[in-house]
């Protein structure tokens, strides 16, 4: 489940700066992710191995609904995975479905709760569903996490999203 995590990092390492409506493409970079997957210890390796890299080849190509498909896969495998949570997520907010996004992103952070990226973005999916303070209470603990795993650049990406939030 470590690399998973490890996974879910290098996922987020294309993300915009601020863009909580940002297409999927500026949110991904899955050429990274698929290099790591193979590395996976998830509980049923195997079967959950491709899935991983089937639907992050999807988000990639933008389909969305394949990958989403893909990370469901994984979720009847293993139905307290958080990163298939977390990938789910990511598709659901590339479709601009911020309700099954943020539930998605709910359940990711219940079963694991220092996901650092799913806190971040569940803030830009409170801030699509107008809840500016969900959103900037979601970044916050975004900033603590990435600052304790010393993950600089995102904190710092993390503090302009809350001011850009602030100033809207």
Not at 1 to 29: H, R
Not at 40 to 47: A, I, L
Not at 109 to 122: K, P, Q
Not at 138 to 143: G, I, N, P, R, T
Request: net charge negative; no cysteine.
């Amino acid at each position: 489940m470590k690399s998973l995590k490890l996974a879910a990092v290098i996922l987020v390492f294309g993300i915009l700066t601020f863009a909580p409506k940002a297409e999927a493409k500026n949110l991904l970079n899955t050429r990274q992710v698929i290099a790591q997957v193979t590395d996976s210890q998830t509980e049923n390796k195997n079967d959950t191995e491709e899935y991983l890299k089937r639907a992050f080849k999807r988000l990639e190509s933008k389909d969305y609904q394949g990958a989403i498909e893909d990370f469901n896969q994984i979720l009847k495998i293993e139905p307290d995975n958080a990163y298939a949570y977390l990938g789910r997520g990511l598709g659901n907010f590339s479709l601009e479905d911020y309700q099954a996004a943020k539930i998605d992103f709910d359940k990711a952070l219940e079963i694991n709760h220092d996901i650092a990226y799913a806190y971040y973005f569940r803030g830009f999916t409170n801030f699509a569903l107008k809840d500016k303070q969900g959103a900037i209470a979601d970044l916050q603990k975004a900033f603590r996490l990435f600052k304790q795993e010393g993950n600089q650049e995102f904190a710092q990406k993390v503090t302009d999203a809350i001011e850009k939030i602030q100033e809207s």
